[in-house]
């Protein structure tokens, strides 16, 4: 029994915990703007204003139906983004950016390059967009093997 006892820390453990900061640290930057949440879906929407579906924007995100009806519930509840009938096909919708919602576009883009700015600065590897490039091709390569889909939620939690 002389092997020596390493704590096993997974990669999926690693990845919870850097994405859960990554959305605190996002979360803070835009705390001032009346969305708590689903900041690059809507960013996402504003890109291609008033021609995406949900379809399209679920396969952008790779999510699910249920997923991309509740993100487009909330940012239209908060008013950030209407349904309109799609001239194309009348089963869908095209999602566009409201009069409310289009001065915080360039508010979110501004807030998501700096927290992945903060994020790359702080990484061993000085090479940052070799580093990104490498994360996405990890990302695509793991999309081909097989496993269950799974959602992930998140609130903000406040400590009063």
């Known amino acids: 029994m002389s092997k020596t006892n390493e704590q096993l820390f997974p990669l999926g453990k690693l990845f919870g915990l850097l994405t859960k900061q990554y959305i605190s640290i996002l979360s803070a930057k835009l705390e001032d703007i009346p969305l708590n949440r689903y900041y690059y879906p809507f960013w996402l929407i504003a ?11 679920s396969k952008q995100l790779h999510a699910d139906k249920v997923v991309i009806v509740r993100i487009v519930d909330y940012l239209e509840s908060a008013g950030f983004i209407n349904r309109i009938d799609n001239p194309e096909d009348r089963r869908s919708h095209l999602l566009e950016i409201t009069n409310k919602g289009k001065p915080y576009i360039n508010i979110i883009e501004e807030a998501i390059k700096s927290t992945d700015q903060l994020f790359l600065e702080n990484i061993g590897n000085k090479n940052q967009a070799g580093f990104s490039e490498e994360l996405i091709h990890l990302a695509d390569k793991m999309k081909t093997v097989s496993g269950h889909r799974i959602a992930l939620f998140y609130d903000n939690i406040k400590n009063d």
């Open 47 to 57: 890109q291609n204003n008033a021609t995406i579906t949900q379809q399209n924007l």
